[in-house]
């Protein structure tokens, strides 16, 4: 099956760091939110394939192959129940997290960061999650610069903006929300952003350190940092792990292969042009999906127990939503959920952690300015 490579217009999030495979994705001291639950136990591979799940609480699941020779065979017998990974409720853990720091740099050093964000044309998506980017910054304490321009500006005009922040010594993050409109050469308003203050990780400077080894990058891209630090917090172990991405956009799935390879898992990326996508991806102890098509995952493609990250936010019709639509993931949820140990769910899951990555990078990034620990 082919798959559809569409970063710049999936309504999507796109996203994280670590200095060795067990560093810590944020920089300040940070806990886990619950245990992982649902750890399969053991595997037994058969004609039925059967595994058991640590917690009482979750039912063990009984998963039969009707004929060995058709994945899409696969029947589940009883209701098994994935962990639900709780995106809204650790990026709230997290913005508590930075608030408190900010108050204290406030308090030692009275330096309060700042973050500005450039915002070209009128898609509504975007002007929603800049304004959720605004609110969040007042909720924790960073102060916003936001700068808005019309859908025909010239990326000159853009750069301008761009070289006045790097400039301006209250600024301590940088970001322009993608995506741009078609006519303006994304690489090049992405390059003038200096790299001190690139908290969206998006420079390829930022990138290119995020993929040597022994190299560390300023700033880890928001979505898949959120995606990584999900998975810590769920305590869901990562090292020796096979890991597929499905999708290799600049802002979510090559950095989010990078990072899973800095935590020690082999990984494996699928894209547009991959063969048997499904076959691989169902060898996944983790999968980690950004490539915007709904419900494209589907539960045949999961191996029993393995873990779900759902990085895409496709709106699909819905007129019994006010809105006209309601947004779903890549991975078809209700199939997966039964199949899977733990799961994202669309909205929910990652989304929240962008923006709760973004306040966290731009607080590292004033700290660092002011050395501040
Ligand atoms: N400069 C950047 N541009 C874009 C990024 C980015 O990280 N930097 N990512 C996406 C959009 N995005 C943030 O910018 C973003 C997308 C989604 C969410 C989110 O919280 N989604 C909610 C659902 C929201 C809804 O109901 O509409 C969820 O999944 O629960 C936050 C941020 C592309 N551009």
């Given amino acids: ?26 920089h300040f001291t940070s806990s886990r939110v619950q245990k992982f639950p649902n750890t399969i136990s053991h595997f037994r591979r058969s004609n039925t394939l059967k595994f058991g799940i640590s917690n009482p609480k979750f039912p063990r699941t009984i998963i039969t192959y009707c004929s060995s020779a058709s994945p899409s065979a696969v029947q589940v017998t009883e209701e098994a129940s994935a962990t639900i990974i709780d995106g809204k409720r650790v990026a709230k853990d997290i913005r508590e997290e930075v608030a408190v720091e900010i108050s204290r740099m406030k308090d030692k050093i009275g330096i309060v960061p700042g973050l500005a964000v450039i915002l070209v044309g009128d898609r509504k998506d975007s002007a929603t999650y800049v304004r959720n980017k605004k609110k969040a910054c007042d909720s924790v304490g960073i102060n916003s ?3 808005r321009l019309a859908e025909d500006s010239t990326e000159e005009e853009v750069v301008n903006h761009i070289s006045k922040f790097n400039d301006d010594p209250s600024v301590h993050g940088i970001l322009v929300q993608l995506p741009l409109p078609r006519h303006m050469d994304e690489e090049k308003i992405l390059d003038a952003v ?4 690139d908290v969206d990780g998006f420079h390829p400077e930022n990138m290119g350190r995020l993929a040597m080894r022994g190299r560390e990058p300023s700033f880890v891209p928001c ?6 630090e999900l998975l810590h917090r769920y305590d869901i172990p990562i090292k020796g792990k096979r890991a597929v991405v499905i999708g290799r956009s ?23 042009r991959t063969e048997n996508a499904e076959e691989i991806t169902r060898e996944a102890d983790i999968i980690i999906s950004a490539v915007g098509q709904p419900n494209m995952v589907r539960g045949s493609w ?22 006209g ?3 779903v993931g890549d991975i078809c949820y209700e199939e997966a ?13 990652v989304g929240p952690m962008t923006i709760a990555m973004l306040l966290s990078n731009t607080l590292l990034s004033a700290k660092r300015i002011h050395n501040f620990s």
């Fill in 194 to 197: 200096c790299i001190e203050k």
């Fill in 223 to 228: 979505t898949p940092k959120g995606c990584i």
């Fill in 145 to 147: 610069y936001e700068v």
């Fill in 1 to 26: 099956m082919a798959l559809m490579e569409t970063a710049a217009s999936m309504i999507f999030t796109d996203y994280s760091s670590s200095s060795s495979s067990t560093a810590r994705l944020l």
């Fill in 325 to 327: 639509y309601r947004l």
């Fill in 337 to 349: 959920r039964k199949v899977a140990s733990a799961i994202t769910p669309v909205p929910g899951g």
């Fill in 250 to 272: 600049n802002i979510v799935g090559t950095p989010a292969a990078f990072l899973l390879q800095r935590e020690d898992a082999t990984v494996t990326v699928v894209h547009s």
């Fill in 302 to 323: 999961v191996k029993p127990g393995a873990v779900i990250i759902d990085v895409g936010i496709n709106p699909v019709e819905d007129p019994d939503c006010t809105r």
